[in-house]
């Protein structure tokens, strides 16, 4: 407790008050704190206060209570942990691409342009989640707490994902989904399942970066197969690369790719279908922005190849492995996501149960909650409106800049690419952009082999309101000074 802005209550306020106490060695290692009555007195704080602080205080180990005794201090001041440095901004150095993303990540600024976290209001549709949430944990019953979910997950959750993706043309059976921790494990389960250490995968460049350290991490090699900044995989080159290399799976993001926003079109769509057919490839579909779109919601590959190839109208037969979660269109704090594996779906099952035996019951069932309530539905309509607003605000911004970078124009996702003239180096641009309070996510995090380094992902994830603004603008001055 070092921010006094986070000291909104009385407890909190007592429990920086005793912590400077012992800081000041006004109670020494080993001596015993006066009686809660006459910290009640001397502090003027109620005797729940007064227990609670002390609580706290015990909880980091910097007291002990000893029963019939009182509270003794037992650790030294030098030992008492500094501020913390979280979220504050740390002298510029040198990074590494991994490196990097941490840093990024640590500054929660994987989708924003400031680094400190401005608090605002809860839009509504996460007010409603979080009463839905908090009403499922309410509703625990007896011994709820002693059992593990199915490790497939809550019927009711897949119930409502299983009329979700039926509206987009994909009809599958509960037992084709499988409840994850977020997107990211269910693309680690999925290349997991299908391929093994030295596979090829071929990716789109420029992907996402959570993607190339899945890969490192299996000791799978990757091709890069060159992405348009609106219309994604190039299939030509996807085709040649296929005649020359032996491929075992495709990794795709047709909808709203990152870090571009691409959208797939059709015809690429069934040509992909057509190429992993004849290859015998496995196709994993990272489905992640697919509910961010601002019209309407595009169906999935798996939608399509269950209309294209005839072993796939039965979905355990299906070639795609559908991997997606709440991440992007609700909240990245749930880590909730589901895949849905055709042909590997028992192997995946199999593996999510090695790796994490099974969900949380009751945040799965708030949010089959809440999805049937109509509130996800709600959410959805009221973000996209916002997420074109936010989109244009960013476009009219960047269109002013003058007519030496390009800028995809993505239908739905987080984010948008800006590329700079080809002499701009947005890594080195990073520890200068921090300098001045500005986070960007530079373009070589989005390749394995460290290529769009005159790139940038700019995310309009967030309201378009001056801070960020004045932080675009000051961005603006180091890419033209
Ligand atoms: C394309 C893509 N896939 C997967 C993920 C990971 O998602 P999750 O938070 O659900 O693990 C992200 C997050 O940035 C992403 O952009």
Redesign the pocket.
């Known amino acids: 407790m070092n921010n006094n802005t986070l000291q909104h209550y009385r407890y909190q306020q007592l429990e920086q008050q005793l912590l400077d106490g012992i800081q000041q060695q006004r109670w020494r290692l080993g001596e015993r704190l006066p009686s809660i009555r006459t910290l009640c007195q001397e502090f003027s704080a109620s005797k729940a206060t007064v227990q609670h602080a002390l609580q706290r205080l015990e909880a980091q180990g910097l007291l002990e209570a000893r029963p019939k005794s009182g509270f003794y201090v037992t650790l030294k001041p030098s030992a008492i942990a500094a501020p913390s440095t979280t979220g504050k901004l740390e002298p510029p150095r040198p990074v590494s691409v991994s490196e990097l993303l941490l840093d990024i990540m640590r500054r929660s600024a994987?989708f924003d342009i400031l680094p400190e976290r401005p608090s605002g209001d809860l839009p509504p549709g996460i007010v409603a989640l979080n009463r839905s949430i908090g009403r499922a944990l309410r509703r625990q019953r007896g011994d709820d707490y002693l059992y593990y979910d199915d490790p497939a997950g809550m019927v009711s959750l897949r119930e409502q994902l299983q009329l979700s993706l039926s509206r987009r043309g994909c009809p599958l059976a509960i037992d084709d989904i499988a409840i994850t921790s977020?997107?990211?494990?269910a693309?680690f389960l999925a290349l997991s399942a299908c391929c093994q250490p030295g596979d090829v995968v071929a990716v789109e460049s420029p992907g996402?970066y959570?993607v190339m350290q899945l890969l490192q991490q299996l000791q799978l090699r990757v091709i890069e197969i060159p992405a348009h900044p609106n219309s994604g995989l190039d299939i030509d080159a996807f085709e040649s690369a296929l005649k020359q290399w032996p491929i075992r799976a495709c990794l795709v993001?047709p909808a709203f790719a990152?870090p571009t926003g691409a959208l797939m079109p059709e015809a690429s769509r069934s040509r992909l279908l057509a190429l992993a057919e004849q290859h015998d490839l496995a196709v994993i579909e990272?489905d992640?922005?697919a509910d961010t779109a601002f019209n309407s919601i595009p169906d999935p590959l798996k939608a399509l190849e269950a209309g294209a190839v005839q072993t796939a109208a039965d979905p355990k037969k299906s070639r795609v492995i559908l991997c997606s979660?709440f991440?992007k269109s609700l909240s990245?704090d749930l880590r909730i996501?589901w895949v849905c594996g055709g042909r590997w779906h028992r192997q995946i099952l199999h593996l999510k149960m090695i790796t994490q035996l099974a969900s949380s019951r009751s945040l799965q069932q708030g949010i089959a909650d809440f999805m049937e309530d109509g509130h996800y539905a709600a959410h959805l309509k009221r973000q996209k409106y916002q997420l074109r607003n936010q989109r244009d605000q960013l476009l009219g911004a960047l269109r002013s800049w003058g007519n030496d970078h390009k800028i995809s124009t993505p239908e739905g996702g987080l984010a948008l690419w800006l590329e700079l003239p080809e002499q701009a180096d947005t890594l080195a641009l990073y520890p200068r952009a921090l300098q001045q309070k500005v986070v960007i996510t530079p373009g070589p995090l989005f390749s394995a082999s460290g290529k769009f380094s005159n790139c940038v992902r700019l995310s309009f994830a967030h309201d378009w309101n001056d801070h960020r603004q004045q932080a675009l603008a000051r961005f603006r001055g180091l890419v033209e000074g």
């Open positions: 994987a977020g997107c990211q494990q693309l996402f959570g993001s990152t990272d992640i922005y979660s991440s990245r996501g």
